[in-house]
Protein backbone atom coordinates (compact mmCIF):
# COMPACT_ATOMS: atom_id res chain seq x y z
CA UNK A 1 0.00 0.00 0.00
CA UNK A 2 1.59 3.64 -0.67
CA UNK A 3 0.94 6.64 1.25
CA UNK A 4 -1.15 7.96 -0.87
CA UNK A 5 -3.68 5.16 -0.85
CA UNK A 6 -2.98 4.94 2.91
CA UNK A 7 -3.60 8.51 3.95
CA UNK A 8 -7.20 8.22 1.70
CA UNK A 9 -8.13 5.66 3.53
CA UNK A 10 -7.55 6.92 7.18
CA UNK A 11 -8.57 10.02 6.54
CA UNK A 12 -12.16 9.35 5.95
CA UNK A 13 -11.92 7.24 9.18
CA UNK A 14 -11.17 10.29 10.99
CA UNK A 15 -13.82 12.46 8.84
CA UNK A 16 -16.21 10.04 9.71
CA UNK A 17 -15.60 10.06 13.65
CA UNK A 18 -15.51 13.99 12.96
CA UNK A 19 -11.86 14.35 14.05
CA UNK A 20 -10.93 18.05 13.29
CA UNK A 21 -7.69 18.68 11.72
CA UNK A 22 -8.20 14.81 10.10
CA UNK A 23 -5.48 15.79 6.86
CA UNK A 24 -3.00 17.44 9.79
CA UNK A 25 -3.52 14.53 11.78
CA UNK A 26 -3.56 11.64 9.21
CA UNK A 27 -0.02 13.04 7.40
CA UNK A 28 1.95 13.85 10.93
CA UNK A 29 0.63 10.05 12.46
CA UNK A 30 2.11 8.60 9.15
CA UNK A 31 5.49 10.86 9.08
CA UNK A 32 5.67 9.02 13.10
CA UNK A 33 5.74 6.04 11.51
CA UNK A 34 8.14 6.32 9.02
CA UNK A 35 10.45 8.46 10.78
CA UNK A 36 10.12 11.21 8.31
CA UNK A 37 9.16 14.68 7.98
CA UNK A 38 5.62 15.64 6.71
CA UNK A 39 7.40 16.75 4.12
CA UNK A 40 8.61 13.56 3.12
CA UNK A 41 4.74 11.91 3.04
CA UNK A 42 3.44 15.24 0.88
CA UNK A 43 6.14 14.82 -1.74
CA UNK A 44 6.24 10.81 -2.12
CA UNK A 45 3.29 9.53 -2.53
CA UNK A 46 3.84 5.97 -4.44
CA UNK A 47 6.23 5.41 -1.66
CA UNK A 48 4.87 1.69 -0.29
CA UNK A 49 4.57 0.86 3.14
CA UNK A 50 5.64 -2.39 4.92
CA UNK A 51 2.98 -4.60 6.04
CA UNK A 52 4.58 -3.82 9.89
CA UNK A 53 4.38 -0.08 9.31
CA UNK A 54 0.38 -0.92 7.83
CA UNK A 55 -0.24 -1.72 11.27
CA UNK A 56 1.26 0.13 13.49
CA UNK A 57 -0.06 3.38 11.20
CA UNK A 58 -3.82 1.77 12.07
CA UNK A 59 -2.79 1.80 15.82
CA UNK A 60 -2.23 5.04 15.82
CA UNK A 61 -5.12 6.45 13.68
CA UNK A 62 -7.49 4.02 16.30
CA UNK A 63 -6.15 5.88 19.23
CA UNK A 64 -6.56 9.18 17.23
CA UNK A 65 -9.87 8.47 16.36
CA UNK A 66 -11.11 7.34 20.51
CA UNK A 67 -10.06 10.71 21.14
CA UNK A 68 -6.24 10.35 22.23
CA UNK A 69 -4.22 13.79 21.51
CA UNK A 70 -1.78 14.03 18.52
CA UNK A 71 0.92 14.88 21.52
CA UNK A 72 0.66 12.03 23.14
CA UNK A 73 0.79 9.00 19.76
CA UNK A 74 3.96 11.53 18.22
CA UNK A 75 5.69 11.41 22.14
CA UNK A 76 6.59 15.35 20.89
CA UNK A 77 4.62 19.02 21.28
CA UNK A 78 6.40 22.57 20.48
CA UNK A 79 6.43 25.08 23.24
CA UNK A 80 7.83 28.50 22.32
CA UNK A 81 9.83 27.14 19.20
CA UNK A 82 11.32 24.50 21.18
CA UNK A 83 10.05 20.56 20.68
CA UNK A 84 9.42 18.85 23.78
CA UNK A 85 9.01 14.92 24.84
CA UNK A 86 5.81 14.35 26.03
CA UNK A 87 3.99 11.21 27.56
CA UNK A 88 1.33 10.18 30.22
CA UNK A 89 2.52 11.57 33.03
CA UNK A 90 2.90 15.10 32.05
CA UNK A 91 0.51 17.78 30.87
CA UNK A 92 0.73 18.46 27.42
CA UNK A 93 1.98 21.87 26.90
CA UNK A 94 -0.58 25.11 25.79
CA UNK A 95 0.06 28.05 24.00
CA UNK A 96 -0.82 30.31 26.37
CA UNK A 97 1.37 29.69 29.41
CA UNK A 98 3.57 31.07 26.50
CA UNK A 99 2.92 34.04 28.10
CA UNK A 100 4.51 33.29 31.03
CA UNK A 101 7.85 33.06 29.20
CA UNK A 102 7.03 36.40 27.90
CA UNK A 103 6.76 38.21 31.33
CA UNK A 104 9.64 35.93 32.86
CA UNK A 105 11.71 37.62 30.45
CA UNK A 106 10.67 40.93 30.96
CA UNK A 107 11.49 40.53 34.81
CA UNK A 108 14.97 39.57 34.35
CA UNK A 109 15.50 42.34 32.02
CA UNK A 110 18.19 44.40 32.27
CA UNK A 111 18.17 43.37 36.22
CA UNK A 112 22.09 43.64 37.50
CA UNK A 113 20.66 41.59 40.63
CA UNK A 114 20.79 38.19 40.87
CA UNK A 115 17.82 35.84 40.74
CA UNK A 116 16.75 33.19 41.99
CA UNK A 117 14.35 31.37 39.41
CA UNK A 118 11.53 28.72 40.81
CA UNK A 119 9.10 26.56 38.27
CA UNK A 120 6.63 25.19 40.42
CA UNK A 121 4.74 22.02 39.28
CA UNK A 122 7.31 21.85 36.37
CA UNK A 123 5.75 18.37 34.12
CA UNK A 124 7.50 18.31 31.17
CA UNK A 125 9.69 21.19 32.10
CA UNK A 126 8.90 23.25 29.08
CA UNK A 127 8.97 26.70 31.48
CA UNK A 128 11.96 26.02 33.23
CA UNK A 129 13.62 24.38 30.32
CA UNK A 130 12.92 27.47 27.36
CA UNK A 131 14.06 29.90 30.34
CA UNK A 132 17.21 28.04 30.28
CA UNK A 133 17.76 28.05 26.77
CA UNK A 134 17.08 31.69 26.38
CA UNK A 135 18.85 32.87 29.40
CA UNK A 136 21.73 30.27 28.09
CA UNK A 137 24.72 32.92 27.47
CA UNK A 138 23.85 34.53 30.75
CA UNK A 139 23.95 31.39 33.34
CA UNK A 140 27.81 31.13 33.71
CA UNK A 141 27.85 34.76 34.22
CA UNK A 142 29.27 35.72 38.03
CA UNK A 143 29.31 39.25 39.84
CA UNK A 144 33.65 39.92 39.50
CA UNK A 145 32.80 41.24 43.54
CA UNK A 146 30.90 38.22 44.63
CA UNK A 147 31.63 35.13 42.87
CA UNK A 148 28.11 34.88 42.81
CA UNK A 149 25.82 33.77 39.16
CA UNK A 150 23.43 36.01 38.27
CA UNK A 151 20.92 33.35 37.56
CA UNK A 152 20.13 29.76 39.93
CA UNK A 153 17.02 27.46 37.50
CA UNK A 154 15.25 25.02 40.09
CA UNK A 155 12.30 22.98 38.88
CA UNK A 156 9.87 21.02 41.29
CA UNK A 157 7.19 18.81 40.87
CA UNK A 158 5.20 16.25 43.05
CA UNK A 159 5.32 13.35 40.48
CA UNK A 160 9.12 11.34 40.15
CA UNK A 161 7.66 10.69 36.51
CA UNK A 162 6.82 13.90 35.30
CA UNK A 163 10.36 14.54 36.65
CA UNK A 164 12.09 11.55 34.37
CA UNK A 165 11.11 13.66 31.41
CA UNK A 166 11.11 16.88 32.35
CA UNK A 167 14.96 15.91 33.34
CA UNK A 168 14.84 14.21 29.77
CA UNK A 169 13.97 16.96 28.02
CA UNK A 170 16.56 19.10 29.90
CA UNK A 171 18.99 16.40 28.62
CA UNK A 172 18.15 16.82 25.17
CA UNK A 173 18.64 20.82 25.30
CA UNK A 174 22.12 20.79 27.63
CA UNK A 175 20.59 22.70 29.41
CA UNK A 176 20.68 19.46 32.27
CA UNK A 177 23.47 21.23 34.77
CA UNK A 178 22.09 24.20 34.52
CA UNK A 179 17.96 23.22 36.56
CA UNK A 180 18.34 21.37 39.42
CA UNK A 181 15.03 19.14 39.67
CA UNK A 182 13.56 18.70 42.86
CA UNK A 183 10.67 16.29 43.85
CA UNK A 184 8.40 17.44 46.48
CA UNK A 185 5.21 19.42 47.17
CA UNK A 186 5.06 22.56 45.36
CA UNK A 187 7.56 24.80 47.17
CA UNK A 188 8.55 22.31 50.19
CA UNK A 189 11.86 20.99 48.56
CA UNK A 190 12.53 25.16 49.00
CA UNK A 191 11.53 25.86 52.12
CA UNK A 192 13.41 23.04 53.63
CA UNK A 193 16.98 24.01 52.03
CA UNK A 194 17.31 27.96 51.66
CA UNK A 195 20.92 27.09 50.66
CA UNK A 196 19.30 26.56 47.02
CA UNK A 197 18.57 29.95 47.08
CA UNK A 198 21.32 32.65 45.77
CA UNK A 199 21.89 35.07 48.79
CA UNK A 200 19.88 38.38 49.27
CA UNK A 201 18.62 37.32 45.55
CA UNK A 202 15.37 38.43 43.68
CA UNK A 203 12.93 35.19 43.92
CA UNK A 204 10.71 35.01 40.96
CA UNK A 205 8.19 31.85 41.11
CA UNK A 206 6.64 30.34 38.07
CA UNK A 207 3.43 28.61 38.64
CA UNK A 208 0.97 26.51 35.77
CA UNK A 209 -0.66 24.44 38.49
CA UNK A 210 -3.54 22.54 38.10
CA UNK A 211 -6.65 24.86 37.93
CA UNK A 212 -10.04 22.83 37.14
CA UNK A 213 -12.22 22.46 39.11
CA UNK A 214 -12.85 18.67 40.22
CA UNK A 215 -16.49 18.74 39.39
CA UNK A 216 -15.61 19.58 35.25
CA UNK A 217 -14.58 16.20 35.13
CA UNK A 218 -17.43 14.68 35.10
CA UNK A 219 -18.72 16.39 32.44
CA UNK A 220 -16.17 15.99 29.38
CA UNK A 221 -17.53 17.79 26.00
CA UNK A 222 -16.60 16.38 22.26
CA UNK A 223 -14.20 19.03 22.21
CA UNK A 224 -12.49 18.55 25.41
CA UNK A 225 -12.67 14.66 25.58
CA UNK A 226 -8.82 14.39 24.91
CA UNK A 227 -7.88 15.84 28.52
CA UNK A 228 -9.44 12.33 29.99
CA UNK A 229 -5.80 10.82 28.74
CA UNK A 230 -3.66 13.73 30.25
CA UNK A 231 -2.63 13.19 33.94
CA UNK A 232 -5.84 14.29 35.99
CA UNK A 233 -3.43 15.20 39.15
CA UNK A 234 -1.92 17.92 36.47
CA UNK A 235 -5.86 19.05 35.64
CA UNK A 236 -8.10 19.06 38.57
CA UNK A 237 -8.40 20.46 41.91
CA UNK A 238 -10.38 20.81 44.50
CA UNK A 239 -14.29 22.84 44.59
CA UNK A 240 -12.86 25.98 43.28
CA UNK A 241 -10.34 25.13 41.02
CA UNK A 242 -7.50 27.67 43.36
CA UNK A 243 -6.98 25.33 46.62
CA UNK A 244 -3.06 24.91 45.11
CA UNK A 245 -2.76 28.04 44.69
CA UNK A 246 -3.84 28.72 47.76
CA UNK A 247 -1.35 26.44 49.11
CA UNK A 248 1.39 27.83 47.52
CA UNK A 249 0.91 31.63 48.81
CA UNK A 250 0.66 30.07 52.50
CA UNK A 251 3.87 28.41 51.35
CA UNK A 252 5.82 31.74 49.92
CA UNK A 253 4.21 33.18 53.52
CA UNK A 254 6.27 30.34 55.43
CA UNK A 255 9.27 31.20 53.68
CA UNK A 256 8.71 34.88 54.28
CA UNK A 257 8.83 34.05 57.57
CA UNK A 258 11.42 32.14 58.35
CA UNK A 259 13.94 34.18 56.54
CA UNK A 260 13.02 37.86 56.73
CA UNK A 261 15.37 38.51 53.72
CA UNK A 262 12.68 36.95 51.29
CA UNK A 263 10.16 39.05 52.78
CA UNK A 264 10.28 41.97 49.52
CA UNK A 265 11.99 39.41 46.90
CA UNK A 266 9.37 37.56 45.66
CA UNK A 267 7.80 37.93 42.72
CA UNK A 268 5.24 35.34 41.43
CA UNK A 269 3.73 34.47 37.95
CA UNK A 270 0.90 32.54 37.88
CA UNK A 271 -1.38 30.55 35.18
CA UNK A 272 -5.62 30.66 35.38
CA UNK A 273 -8.47 30.46 34.26
CA UNK A 274 -10.62 33.58 33.22
CA UNK A 275 -13.11 32.32 34.90
CA UNK A 276 -11.50 32.48 38.29
CA UNK A 277 -10.30 36.20 38.06
CA UNK A 278 -12.57 37.90 40.88
CA UNK A 279 -11.83 34.82 42.94
CA UNK A 280 -7.83 34.82 42.56
CA UNK A 281 -7.65 38.51 43.12
CA UNK A 282 -9.56 37.96 46.08
CA UNK A 283 -6.56 35.35 47.44
CA UNK A 284 -3.93 37.03 46.45
CA UNK A 285 -4.91 40.26 48.57
CA UNK A 286 -5.51 37.90 51.32
CA UNK A 287 -2.01 36.95 51.33
CA UNK A 288 -0.09 39.68 50.23
CA UNK A 289 -1.88 43.07 51.08
CA UNK A 290 1.08 44.86 49.91
CA UNK A 291 1.83 44.09 46.68
CA UNK A 292 1.32 45.15 43.28
CA UNK A 293 -1.05 42.77 41.34
CA UNK A 294 -1.47 42.59 37.81
CA UNK A 295 -3.55 40.30 35.72
CA UNK A 296 -2.50 39.94 31.97
CA UNK A 297 -4.13 38.97 28.85
CA UNK A 298 -3.25 36.03 26.64
CA UNK A 299 -3.54 36.22 22.88
CA UNK A 300 -7.19 35.04 22.50
CA UNK A 301 -7.82 37.81 24.82
CA UNK A 302 -8.91 36.70 28.02
CA UNK A 303 -7.30 37.38 31.62
CA UNK A 304 -4.74 34.34 31.69
CA UNK A 305 -1.89 35.19 34.20
CA UNK A 306 -1.54 36.79 37.81
CA UNK A 307 1.75 38.81 38.19
CA UNK A 308 2.03 39.65 42.04
CA UNK A 309 5.21 42.38 42.09
CA UNK A 310 6.85 42.90 45.36
Not at 50 to 63: D, E, F, G, V
Not at 182 to 206: A, M, R, T, V
Not at 252 to 268: A, D, E, G, S, V
Amino acid sequence: MTIKQILKDNILKLKLKKIKNLHFDAEILLSTILKKQREFILSHTEYKLTKLQIKNYHALINRRINGEPIAYLTGHKEFYGFDFNVNKNVLIPRPETELIIDEALKFVAHDSQPITIIDVGTGSGCIIITLAKLLEPELKIKNYESGIKKYKLFATDISQKALITARKNAKFYNVNKNIKFLNGDLLEPIIHNFKFIIPNSKILILANLPYVCEAWKKSYSADSIGLKFEPQIALFTGKNGLELYEKLFKQINKLQTKNYKFKNNINILCEFDPNQTTLIKKIIKKYFKNTKLQIKKDLAGYNRLAIIKN
